[in-house]
């Protein structure tokens, strides 16, 4: 059993950052792979980035490459999402995700999730 908890979400002026944060409960967390995604207002949820249990492999989507960074301190069982240049589309509560073996984007392929961080971005 692996739980999860997201911090660090706020409001923000775009333009801005925040580094996102997710805590994993567990002895396990250094061998899952973890990933966040997204949610906006009338939104399905959507693939954000997502790093491999060694932090060798990262993926992230075309909508946020080159302004996000997802990282993990395996020694803190956290996993981090650095946000820079915050645009009004980046609004929606971000969740993190954990599973066994490798990262996929697909939602329902993960069984761990954080209860989610609102994130807002101000025009």
């Known amino acids: 059993q692996v739980q999860l908890v997201e911090s660090g979400g706020g409001l923000v002026q775009a333009g801005g950052s925040l580094r996102l944060s997710c805590t994993a409960s567990g002895r396990t967390f250094s061998s899952y792979a973890m990933t966040w995604f997204r949610q906006g207002p009338g939104k399905e949820r959507e693939f954000v980035a997502a790093?491999?249990?060694?932090?060798?492999?990262?993926n992230y989507a075309d909508s946020v490459k080159g302004r996000f960074t997802i990282s993990r301190d395996n020694a803190k069982n956290t996993v981090y999402l650095q946000m820079n240049s915050l645009k009004p589309e980046d609004t929606a509560v971000y969740y993190c995700a954990a599973r066994p073996g490798s990262t996929v984007v697909t939602p329902s392929a993960y069984r761990y999730w954080g209860q989610g961080t609102q994130v807002t971005v101000s025009s």
């Open positions: 790093i491999n249990w060694s932090a060798y492999s990262t």
